[in-house]
């Protein structure tokens, strides 16, 4: 239970930094002028940042679900380990 | 680092009565037994360590030094546990703070041992504790936090002088969020009816509560109410696409990873929720 609790509370936690990070592009690249790009692992796109006309736009791809459970099951394994190595009190 | 010119403050949500130091915030009672009653009764008087040692030597017609060392290590031991607080008193005491300091940054390449200072929390409602909070990380804490921060952020601004609202912004917002960070484990605290106290240690600051089943709330109540108001600045920020309150929202929304075990308050929420592994 502690595995499957600890990798929920990262994995959402890493959900919701994630989206927090795709509006902070967004502002960022609209005051400092950016253009296309794109932020992925390999060809998996976590944002896609794009300017049409005179709106920039960030958008998030299926990566960002990659990234929060990947990080989830690594908090998860953190979680348990340290519970087995040190009482987590 | 204990000097023999150091004077011991009680909080005043600790109090000496009878033979034991009651810890009013935790519900603790640590009993003292022997002259360690009698060095308390001393210390809490008003005597310096050295004077008290010297008081109790004569007492009890032994060694002075050896009531010395005996003394200063049993107020370090106290002040380790937060139960006191040690006071230095005049210029040589600075002085040599700032000597032993030296030292061990040249000797040890670290930073010495930091002694801790323990700060009670009002009862009051939620604004009150908050300010409390607020008042001993803005004016004891934001000063050496900014001084670190500064030689970090110049350069940026070098490079990027458009940015200094928002890096004034990120600075400012650095420091708040830690205040609702801590404020919201100490409201909840209180909330649910378990005393807390705040604690300084060199550079950080903590609130300290009650351990026991169904405090996992409190453990994620500090990260939580930075989330919450990150993402709402960032929302703001979004909708009027101001780069400052953009930047502000960060420092908030990194306290979100307090909730993972990277951090003190992930791994007691897995504790206190926990508990079947």
């Given at each position: 239970m502690t595995f499957l609790r600890a990798s929920?509370?990262?994995?959402?936690?890493?959900?919701?930094?994630?989206?927090?990070?795709?509006?902070?592009?967004?502002?960022?690249?609209?005051?400092?002028?950016?253009?296309?790009?794109?932020?992925?692992?390999?060809?998996?796109?976590?944002?896609?940042?794009?300017?049409?006309?005179?709106n920039f736009a960030v958008k998030t791809g299926p990566g960002i679900i990659v990234v929060a459970v990947a990080v989830g099951i690594l908090n998860g394994l953190g979680a348990r380990w340290l519970s087995r190595s040190t009482p987590l009190t | 680092m204990i000097d023999l010119t150091d004077r011991l403050e009680l909080p005043s949500d600790v109090r000496f009565e009878g033979d034991a130091l009651h810890d009013l915030a935790l519900g603790e009672a640590y009993p003292l037994r022997g002259s360690g009653i009698e060095g308390m009764a001393l210390l809490a008087a008003g005597y310096s360590i050295g004077d008290a040692a010297?008081?109790?030597?004569?007492?009890?017609?032994i060694n002075p030094q050896a009531v010395q060392s005996d003394l200063a290590a049993f107020a370090f031991q106290l002040s380790r546990a937060q139960l006191i607080n040690l006071r230095s008193s005049g210029w040589?005491?600075?002085?040599?703070?700032?000597?032993?300091?030296?030292?061990?940054?040249?000797?040890?390449?670290?930073?010495?041992?930091?002694?801790?200072?323990?700060?009670?929390?009002?009862?009051?409602?939620?604004?009150?504790?908050?300010?409390?909070?607020?008042?001993?990380?803005?004016?004891?804490?934001?000063?050496?936090?900014?001084?670190?921060?500064?030689?970090?952020?110049?350069?940026?601004l070098l490079f990027a002088p458009a940015l200094a609202s928002a890096l004034l912004a990120l600075s400012i917002s650095l420091v708040a969020a830690v205040i609702v960070h801590e404020g919201g484990h100490a409201v909840a605290a209180q909330r649910i009816g378990i005393g807390c106290f705040l604690v300084?240690?060199?550079?950080?600051?903590?609130?300290?509560?009650?351990?026991?089943?169904?405090?996992?709330?409190?453990?994620?109540?500090?990260?939580?109410?930075?989330?919450?108001?990150?993402?709402?600045?960032?929302?703001?920020?979004?909708?009027?696409?101001?780069?400052?309150?953009?930047?502000?929202?960060?420092?908030?929304?990194?306290?979100?990873?307090?909730?993972?075990?990277?951090?003190q308050d992930g791994r007691l929420l897995a504790a206190a929720k926990g508990g079947d592994q």
């Open positions: 929920l509370i990262g994995a959402l936690t890493i959900l919701v930094l994630e989206i927090a990070l795709a509006f902070l592009l967004n502002v960022v690249g609209e005051s400092q002028h950016w253009g296309n790009a794109q932020l992925g692992i390999g060809p998996l796109p976590i944002y896609t940042l794009s300017r049409i006309g005179g | 010297t008081s109790l030597a004569a007492q009890f017609d040589r005491a600075g002085l040599r703070h700032i000597l032993r300091v030296s030292l061990f940054l040249i000797v040890a390449h670290r930073w010495p041992p930091a002694r801790s200072r323990r700060y009670p929390l009002a009862t009051g409602g939620a604004l009150a504790v908050l300010w409390q909070v607020a008042s001993v990380v803005g004016i004891q804490m934001a000063p050496l936090w900014f001084l670190l921060l500064v030689p970090m952020l110049l350069p940026a300084r240690s060199g550079w950080r600051v903590a609130v300290v509560h009650q351990n026991r089943p169904g405090t996992g709330w409190v453990h994620a109540s500090g990260p939580l109410a930075c989330g919450v108001l990150g993402a709402s600045g960032l929302a703001l920020a979004a909708g009027f696409q101001s780069l400052p309150l953009a930047f502000a929202a960060v420092p908030f929304l990194v306290q979100l990873l307090a909730l993972t075990v990277l951090a």
